[in-house]
């Protein structure tokens, strides 16, 4: 098994000559206006052995997109890379990691035990990177007044050999009615599937016994020394950031994937995302302040109604299929008018970079890095909400057999390759806080992610934590622990997302056939996702009959109930509007393709079909 899962830092995907660079002409618009502005990013905080870009020098990455209607079969947003010289490449390999660990010897983090992030990153002149910038400015006064909880920091004490504690209130394990917890699982030798998962030669059962931690291993653990997590652990209290355990597995993967361009990044796990960004919200966002949260015109639902009830003003930036727009998003921030506004500039951005909720759209590493560029000019923090990211798919073409599947990576360092890189990724100011799930790619019952953001805002987050839901549940860590950690390590783990990227692409592709085959033409019109779950389709509203007599909300609900009528659920697209009491400008309706069987979804969406046409009285 390959253990050439490279990742290049942000050079090797960002920097080029010249010639080669292609951007989208609005990108490239941005980075010029920047440019002239004397913009400088990345070569400001560079130091020791990094090569860095000089202001608006092009990048080596090209984007392509192609908006279609539903007659044609062009392919979805198309991200190539191209090489650059060696001297700009960095890599962090899963063996590096793995030598790492062996120096670093067994981790020995028993209950309550705080995890030191530092001490899991692998890239050997991390510390040489520059620091993250400060966020005080924009912190919210709920966010500043939070301390550190007293009694979870008396638990570095209990590591002390010897100290019998009569401090904290953890119960004794022995009071834990579980002896052992197991799971069958894919192991990824054969298969990921379900069959295989139950078979001989493709399966595993493994346990985490409440002990194993602490004594010689029995059968239970089927290894070799004592375990380094176990129920015990697992099951007590413990530090609101996380068990060390999975938070040493969270921060490699995040170098691996993210390889973060200054030194005081960190990680804390998180009850998934929804929550994550609740908390995010609290932390810089002020009622008292009338601080606003700039996002799409369309976007999450529930990032909506997590804002609204915290008082928080939310802008829609306008979009196209790559999302939002970096030149739309300067305009705005660049004639903020304070007195007209009646609220002070905003300093917070959320956005979904790849297969965007509702709309789809997956930012392309141009638009990434323009829209970064134009945050630091304006000193906008971004919270990059990325449940998708693993789940970037080729180009959706007709004429392939929907049940094909496309050509599987071949390894990990492969399937990292061909990903578009994240925000983190040339974040030098430490000016992102991103947010992973497990919720799409593995289990959404885990409750569990992770944040990447400076120490700064990881130790504010921790703080609100210890204060709310302390973190993760043990049996959602301990299960992920067994999973990504003892059966599958980060190998495994890549080549899971490899597999599940290509079930998605089947079942995107069965939707889209559906689509093409089902949806009038003419009315019916979408770019094809190139990532995540769902699928945004326009209902061209003017050529309605009524179009003119009848607003597009009287429309769109007419045909959601005909939906409904017919047997089919579809999301309006007027639920997702960042600024529902704005006019709506076009009429769409989502469609994900994350549960229905390959006839079910053809099936819904000819039924789509069928109450477009009854409502347009085709
Ligand atoms: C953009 C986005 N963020 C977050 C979530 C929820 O993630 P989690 O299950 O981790 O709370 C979803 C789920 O639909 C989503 O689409």
């Given amino acids: 098994m390959s253990h050439r899962a490279v990742t290049t830092l942000l050079f090797r995907r960002c920097l080029s000559t010249p010639a080669t660079a292609l951007l989208t002409s609005s990108s490239a618009r941005t980075s010029r206006k920047l440019s002239q502005r004397g913009f400088a990013s990345l070569q400001q905080k560079s130091s020791g052995s990094w090569q860095t870009a000089a202001a608006g020098r092009p990048r080596c990455f090209s984007v392509t997109s192609t908006s279609r209607s539903s007659s044609s079969a062009a392919a979805a947003t198309e991200v190539q890379y191209e090489s650059e010289p060696a001297d700009r490449q960095y890599s962090i390999t899963i063996g590096d990691i793995e030598a790492r660990r062996k120096r670093d010897g067994r981790l020995v983090a028993g ?56 401090g904290g209130g953890l119960p004794s394990p022995e009071h834990f009615p579980i002896l052992n917890m197991s799971m069958r699982v894919p192991t990824g030798q054969t298969e990921f599937t379900e069959a295989a998962a139950a078979s001989e030669d493709g399966g595993a059962t493994v346990s985490m016994g409440k002990y194993d931690a602490s004594q010689a291993l029995g059968a239970t653990s089927g290894g070799s ?17 996380g068990s060390a355990q999975m938070l040493r597995w969270v921060t490699e993967h995040t170098e691996l994937v993210c390889h973060p361009p200054y030194s005081d990044w960190s990680t804390c796990l998180t009850v998934g995302s929804t929550g994550a960004l609740e908390q995010a919200l609290r932390i810089f966002c002020d009622r008292e302040r009338g601080d606003t949260m700039l996002t799409e015109t369309y976007s999450f639902s529930t990032a909506l109604e997590t804002a609204a009830p915290l008082g928080i003003k939310v802008l829609g ?16 921030l660049s004639g903020w008018d304070v007195k007209a506004r009646g609220s002070p500039k905003p300093h917070l951005l959320y956005t979904v970079p790849s297969g965007q909720n509702p709309t789809g759209a997956t930012q392309g590493a141009a638009r990434r890095k323009a829209i970064y560029d134009v945050c630091s000019l304006h000193d906008v923090y971004i919270l990059e909400d990325e449940p998708y990211y693993f789940i970037q798919m080729p180009p959706y073409q007709r004429d392939r057999p929907a049940t094909s599947t496309p050509a599987p990576a071949q390894t990990s360092d492969e399937f990292l390759q061909s990903l578009i890189p994240t925000f983190v990724s040339f974040d030098v100011d430490g000016r992102v806080m991103r947010m992973d799930s ?20 990881i130790e504010r987050f921790v703080r609100h934590a210890e204060a709310c839901n302390q973190g993760p549940s043990g049996f959602s860590q301990a299960a992920l622990y067994e999973i990504v950690e003892k059966t599958w390590g980060h190998e495994g783990y890549l080549k899971w997302l490899a597999h599940i990227r290509e079930s998605y692409t089947q079942r995107r592709n069965i939707l889209l056939d559906a689509c093409e085959d089902h949806l009038p033409a003419g009315i019916v019109s979408w770019t094809p996702p190139a990532a995540g779950m769902f699928h945004w389709m326009k209902v061209d509203h003017t050529k309605h009959p009524d179009h003119g007599k009848r607003s597009i909300l009287e429309l769109e609900e007419e045909i959601f109930d005909l939906c409904i009528e017919k047997g089919v659920l579809v999301a309006r697209g007027s639920w997702f509007a960042a600024q529902p009491d704005q006019p709506q400008t076009g009429m769409y309706f989502r469609a994900t393709f994350a549960a229905a069987s390959a006839s079910a979804m053809t099936e819904a969406i000819c039924r789509f079909g069928e109450a477009v046409r009854e409502s347009y009285r085709l």
């Fill in 317 to 332: 930036v306008e979009m196209d299929d790559q999302g939002m727009l970096p030149e739309s998003l300067d305009d705005l």
């Fill in 225 to 241: 020394g004592p375990a380094e997590y176990d129920l015990s652990i697992a099951l007590n209290y413990g530090q609101s950031k």
């Fill in 111 to 166: 209950t309550a035990a705080m995890a030191d992030i530092d001490s899991f990153k692998t890239f050997p002149a991390w510390r040489q990177l520059p620091k993250a910038r400060r966020w005080d400015h924009i912190l919210s006064k709920e966010s500043a007044a939070r301390e550190p909880c007293v009694l979870k920091q008396a638990a570095r004490h209990l590591k002390k050999p010897g100290l019998i504690s009569l």
């Fill in 438 to 457: 497990f919720s799409k790619v593995l289990v959404p019952g885990s409750r569990m992610g992770w944040l990447t953001a400076s120490e700064q805002i």
